[in-house]
């Protein structure tokens, strides 16, 4: 077994959270960004999505803003045009390559309408070769929804259990855990059931990780933020969005974590980025508060691109302009305003 230095991941660690940077999160599986691009009428082939992953890849300048990108398995192993490796071509940018490593979201046995992140079966050996192929660190992402009755215990604590224990196993490969559990948004619920199952579920969370032994330093936590649902009547501003996920983080989650790097979670892009500046704009906090976003990054770069090569440009131009936007987000200095500009 390798042994890398706890000094390597903690270094791993502070430099995907570095000052005015954030992860793009591109590693949607190919059944997700199937459905990314029938949003645009584009066919998902294998080289499709290798040419949409190469305009986002090598698009000048995203470094300033971009510390870390999450690959898919498929990803991690393609090329750009130039015959560069992707790991390599994002390292030689100072950009670290990560990976999703979990196996998806199955129905939870008897627990209708709840799920169980799958894939730690054979992970420990998997492990190896996506250090091998340039990964510094990993994702999982546990999926936790809101209805009645729900999320239950067993639910939280399977799913917390399993995060855990990919969290360990990551460690012991020398690669940095992204522990992502996702209460999803979806639903009429008020901010205050937000904040409820939220902190049931990093309660849960941070009660596994300790006892698996897995060391908060050397870790990232990828959250929801505290919302009303997206289909509440009443939505809660920027404001009381970052007040009450700052209240629900600073009780649960360790100072000893290095990062917080928000997901998405279908948010409007510039909901994302001023929610995100808003917490910010309060710093210091324990931990540094970023992004590591999908669709709240990619979205007017797609919308751009719509599969045409004459509009590589264009999407590498939406691109830049939502990475700068998120990285002002990241000391506070983003203002609504910035929007007409960059578009
Ligand atoms: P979104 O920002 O689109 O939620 O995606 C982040 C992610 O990696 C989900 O696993």
């Known amino acids: 077994m390798r042994t890398v230095a706890a000094h390597d991941l903690e270094q791993t660690a502070k430099a995907l959270v570095a000052p005015g940077k954030g992860i793009l999160a591109a590693d949607e599986s190919t059944g ?10 584009v066919e998902s082939t294998e080289e499709n999505r290798r040419a949409y992953r190469d305009l986002l890849f090598t698009t000048e300048g995203a470094e300033e803003f971009i510390s870390g990108v999450i690959l898919y398995d498929e990803t991690l192993r393609q090329s750009s045009a130039d015959g560069t490796p992707f790991p390599e071509l994002l390292s030689s940018k100072e950009i670290v390559p990560g990976i999703k490593v979990d196996l998806g979201a199955k129905p939870l046995a008897h627990a209708p309408g709840e799920t169980i992140t799958e894939g730690l079966d054979g992970l420990r050996e998997r492990l190896p070769e996506y250090y091998e192929l340039g990964a510094r660190f990993t994702k999982w992402r546990a999926v936790i929804a809101i209805g009645a009755g729900l999320p239950s215990e067993y639910c939280v604590w399977t799913n917390a259990h ?54 908060f330093e050397q870790m990232l936590l990828k959250p929801n933020m505290v919302l009303s649902g997206y289909d509440a009547s009443e939505q809660a501003d920027a404001a009381e969005v970052a007040t009450q996920t700052l209240r629900c983080f600073y009780r649960h989650v360790p100072a000893a974590v290095p990062g917080v790097v928000f997901l998405s979670g279908g948010q409007s892009d510039e909901d994302a980025t001023a929610h995100l500046n808003e917490m910010n704009a309060s710093a210091p906090h324990p931990w540094e508060l970023s992004f590591s976003y999908g669709r709240a990054l990619q979205a007017p770069a797609l919308k751009a691109w719509g599969g045409a090569e004459e509009n590589v440009e264009a999407a590498q131009r939406a691109f830049y302009a939502r990475a700068r936007l998120n990285g002002l987000a990241r000391s506070g200095s983003y203002s609504p305003d910035m929007e007409k500009v960059a578009a």
Not at 193 to 209: K, Q
Request: glycine fraction near 8%; charge should be negative.
């Open 32 to 41: 997700t960004i199937k459905k990314r691009f029938d949003s645009i009428g």
């Open 162 to 215: 399993a995060l855990a224990r990919f969290g360990a196993l990551s460690q012991e490969a020398g690669l940095v855990p992204i522990i992502e559990p996702e209460v999803l948004m979806d639903g009429d619920h008020t901010i205050e059931r937000s904040f409820d199952v939220t902190s049931r579920v990093l309660h849960g969370v941070f009660t596994e990780l300790r006892d698996q032994r897995v060391h």
